[in-house]
């Protein structure tokens, strides 16, 4: 069991899932269940790789629908 930080976890989540992460997801897993969270202190906590892994095959992240914000213009 390899532990990583949710930095980490948030990275691979990234990088397998796409969309836009973040570590409320986690909290959000480890509230049902889906996946373990090793708590260290109040704020922080440690993941399991694998189990980021698997979770983030089946997950559902934000994914911006109107693309990247390019400014406004106006005319009269």
């Not at 570590?23 to 480890?30: S, T």
């Amino acid at each position: 069991m390899g532990l990583i930080t949710s930095k980490q976890a948030v990275e691979i989540i990234r990088e397998i899932a796409g969309g836009k992460p973040d570590r409320n997801m986690l909290k959000h897993w480890a509230d049902l269940g889906r996946i373990d969270r090793v708590a260290i202190h109040a704020r922080c906590a440690l993941y399991d790789e694998e189990q980021i892994r698997e979770v983030a095959k089946t997950a559902r992240v934000h994914k911006p629908t109107l693309g990247n914000f390019a400014g406004l213009e106006v005319s009269r």
